[in-house]
T-cell receptor
Framework: NAGVTQTPKFQVLKTGQSMTLQCAQDMNHNSMYWYRQDPGMGLRLIYY?????TTDKGEVPNGYNVSRLNKREFSLRLESAAPSQTSVYFC?????WGSGEQFFGPGTRLTVL | GNSVTQMEGPVTLSEEAFLTINCTYTATGYPSLFWYVQYPGEGLQLLLK?????DKGSNKGFEATYRKETTSFHLEKGSVQVSDSAVYFC??????????????FGSGTQLTVLP
């Protein structure tokens, strides 16, 4: 039982490049989330998927897109990376939308030069 | 809107010292409150929770009591260990907020425990 897995662990991009962060959970959870973590700012919600087939914007969605591929997988895409997107990205899942009991992946450290 | 305010760190303690990390919140409804912990290089893990006023959450020697009158949820531990060194996040979830029922985090408090 791996919980929430994320790939890659580290990534360096140049401004304007694109990439997709992958996330998968094996707990049969309905809801999945993407957060970014910046120093002194806690975690901020980028996008979420309350259930399979739905996605919605969170607090800081600009510059990102998401896809809920199936119940297990939820990907985050940066179409044209900017230095302001340098951050640590966490995927999380929960049994249902609105549950504060979320399970987090190990994170992806992204640097945009 | 909802918000969480944590005491600023970093906090440095000696092993076996008493720990308090303050957390206060603002919410429109009746939120559930959480403490998450992030060990170096890892994702966040739920440490404890409380879902209604006067509830006490506890886990691994840590405790926090949901105080509605002071809108607080302070984290305490009687005797910290080196292995408790981590970043601690207070958070709330407000089921009455409709579409805004997301988890709202504080900014985190870095704890370092010295042997």
């Amino acid at each position: 039982n791996a919980g929430v897995t994320q790939t890659p662990k580290f990534q360096v991009l140049k401004t304007g490049q694109s990439m997709t962060l992958q996330c998968a959970q094996d707990m049969n959870h309905n809801s999945m989330y993407w957060y970014r973590q910046d120093p002194g700012m806690g975690l901020r919600l980028i996008y979420y998927s309350a259930s399979e087939g739905t996605t919605d914007k969170g607090e800081v969605p600009n510059g990102y897109n998401v896809s809920r591929l199936n119940k297990r997988e939820f990907s985050l895409r940066l179409e044209s990376a900017a230095p302001s997107q340098t951050s640590v990205y966490f995927c999380a899942s929960s049994e249902f939308w609105g549950s504060g009991e979320q399970f987090f992946g190990p994170g992806t450290r992204l640097t945009v030069l | 809107g909802n918000s969480v305010t944590q005491m600023e760190g970093p906090v440095t303690l000696s092993e076996e010292a008493f720990l308090t990390i303050n957390c206060t919140y603002t919410a429109t409804g009746y939120p559930s409150l959480f403490w998450y912990v992030q060990y170096p290089g890892e994702g966040l893990q739920l440490l404890l929770k409380a879902t209604k006023a006067d509830d006490k959450g506890s886990n691994k020697g840590f405790e926090a009591t949901y105080r509605k009158e002071t809108t607080s949820f302070h984290l305490e531990k009687g005797s910290v260990q080196v292995s408790d060194s981590a970043v601690y996040f207070c958070a709330l979830s407000d089921p009455s907020s409709g579409s805004a029922r997301q988890l709202t985090f504080g900014s985190g408090t870095q704890l370092t425990v010295l042997p």
